[in-house]
Every structure is written in structure tokens, then in C-alpha cells.
């Protein structure tokens, strides 16, 4: 039986007592019968503010779309965007807050934008003097497993701040401790840690209620090829936004999809299936063109690789078509995205080979292995 950090409340009351509280939450934030965060502390603990990240407080928003301020209309409680103009909360965000918690469901990917929501705040509680306690919660993917290679802080962005690797292999409270100590944040920090987990569970291991932690992540599956496909996101191949099945999902209108599922097929990948797909985005890139492209099926999630397999589709397609691009920068001066998300720029401008990429995967794994095993909470 495995007990979520907020699901250990009563024992750490303490740390509330007399003190007013600010929450960073979203619709992940639940215990196991499904209640949120947000209703269990109403009813503990002095709580005068809530602050969204991407997604929004309860997963309604769509990637990249930016909020305001607004009122809670469950709770009556300011809600402070965390993902619009202001990243970082400020003074007035935080005014009266002494404690500032946060309770959200990470999926183990660099990339994925929550977890510098936590850093920046613990930032800001840092500078303000605020206490900011964390509820951890399991790693979906597990803690064993790591993929990837270490972040260049040259490519720093907001998905991808610290040199950490694309799979990490760490739960939230664990990457908390890490930002805190390793890079500088110094806040005074708690952990509430999980009860019941151990390193080598993933979520496919338990019983665990799967609440989607943002709209094209819709499945458990979904997790996985998301570490995979997420890299499209910085060309002109759909990633699969605006289908059914999100990251799982890949195509163009100008993709050879069946030559590049019997190149996949020659690499031997483990744990992995590539079926011939066909969809129409009814949003995002090639919004209401068929695209011809592949879906992933996970066959074996303890096998399977994603991160290299994402190198290997990219190498693939930008050799056989002509039409493949790498989409600019978001911004004049700024990084092209792809080199944001890789942490590098080896796939943009093409100077590792795909054998290369796994000899560099290797070394930055067995470094990040040593740092990583120091801030380990659980077994």
C-alpha cells in the first residue's frame, strides 16, 4: 500500500501551526480515494492562496497557454499563474504566505515544465524567508532506470534547468533536495516523504489512480513515449497534439512511414512495437492534414529505452526527407527548441553520430548515477 506524502498530513500539522499557507497544485494533487490537496488542507490548515502551473490548477489549459490571476470559484482563493508573465512568484504573490507548499504529480522527464515551477518558487520562498515543504510522490517511471544525457547549462530554458538527464530517475521531493542543495537554492526545505515505494516500482507496478498530469498525457503508455517523441516538438513532425494519442502517436503529410518502421526494425529495440498510423491533428502542427506516421506501442516498459529511440526517429528522418526541418527559435537570439530539449546541440547541428550519442548517453549516465544516489529518499 503506498501513501502519497499528503496523505501524511496529520503527522506533519506541525509545520502549519499558527502559520498561513500557500499551495502550488493542480489537478494531480489528490490522495488515493481522489481527493484533492487543495480540500484536504482547507479543512487542516490556514490556507490563503493557491498558484497554478502550466495546465492550469485543475489541467484544463493547453501547452504554452498563458494565465492570470483569477478566483478559485471551489474555494474562493486567489489563484497566482505560475506559467504566464511571472514564473518565479513574487512579494505580492506571496504576500502573507509563511509556508509554501507543493503537491504535483512529475512524470520523470527533464522536460516537463512543473518541476522548475517547484525550483523558481523555492527560489522565491528562499528570498521572502517562507518554509516550503514538498509532498512527494513516486516516480511514475521508476527509480532505477536513467536515460539521457546531462543538460549544457548553455541550452538552459524552462524545460531544462539544472544538469540533470532527460529520464532522471528521481521522484519530485528527491529533485527537490537536489535543486535545494546541489544547485544553490538554499531554502529551508521538508520532504513529506512516500510511504510503501521502493526505487524499482514503476506506476504500471501498482494500483495507483492515474490522474492525467496534462492534457496530451492521457495514459500511463503516454509517459513513456513522451521521452521519446517529445523531441518533435522541436521540428516539423507532429508529436501527435491534437489526436487521440498524444506523443504516442507521430507523423507529417510527407512522412514515408513504412521505410522508417523497417529502419526502426533493423535497430532492435526492446520493449517497443511501431505500427503504421494515419491521423489528423485537429489542432497544432498540420492542423486538418492527414499526416502518415507511426504509433508506439509499448510491448515491455521495463526494456523499453525511449530516450535513444527519440535520437534514432529524428537521425532517421532528417535522412530520408528533404521536407524534415528543425523549427528556430521561440525568440530573436534564443536557442532553437530542439537544442532545449536535448541539452545540447548534437542533433541540430548533426555532430554525433547515433553510436556516438549512446557513448555520450553512457558516460553522462554513470556521472549523473553518482550524483543522483546521494539524494535518494527510498530504497
Known sequence: MIKVGIEKIDEYLHLFEGKKVGLITNQTGVDSNLKTTVDILMGKVDLIALYSPEHGIRGDIQAGEKLDTYIDDVTNLPVYSLYGETRKPTEEMLKGVEVLCFDIQDVGARFYTYIYTMAYAMMAAAEHNIEFVVFDRPNPLG?????????????????????????HGLTIGELANMFNDEFGINTKLEVVKVEGWKRDVELIDTDMKFVLPSPNLPTKESLYTYLATCYFEGTNVSEGRG????????????????????????????????????????????????????????????????????????????????????????????????????????????????????ELFKKDQEEFAKLKGRYHLYD
Open 143 to 167: 527509480g532505477t532506470k536513467i536515460e539521457g544525457n546531462i543538460l549544457d547549462l548553455k541550452y538552459r530554458s524552462f524545460v531544462g534547468y539544472y544538469p540533470i538527464l532527460q529520464r
Open 243 to 358: 489526436t487521440t494519442k498524444p506523443f504516442s502517436f507521430f507523423g507529417a503529410p510527407w512522412l514515408d512511414n513504412r521505410k522508417l518502421i523497417d529502419e526502426l526494425k533493423e535497430h532492435n529495440f526492446d520493449g517497443v512495437m511501431f505500427r503504421e498510423a494515419y491521423f489528423t491533428p485537429v489542432f497544432s502542427k498540420h492542423k486538418d492534414e492527414l499526416c502518415r506516421g507511426v504509433e508506439l506501442i509499448v510491448t515491455d516498459y521495463k526494456k523499453f529505452s525511449p530516450v535513444i529511440l527519440g535520437m534514432t526517429l529524428i537521425k532517421i528522418i532528417e535522412k530520408n526527407h528533404e521536407e524534415f526541418e528543425f523549427r528556430g527559435p521561440w525568440s530573436r537570439g534564443g536557442q532553437p527548441m530542439i537544442n532545449l530539449l536535448t541539452g545540447s546541440n548534437y542533433l541540430f547541428e548533426n555532430t554525433l553520430s547515433l553510436d556516438e550519442i549512446k
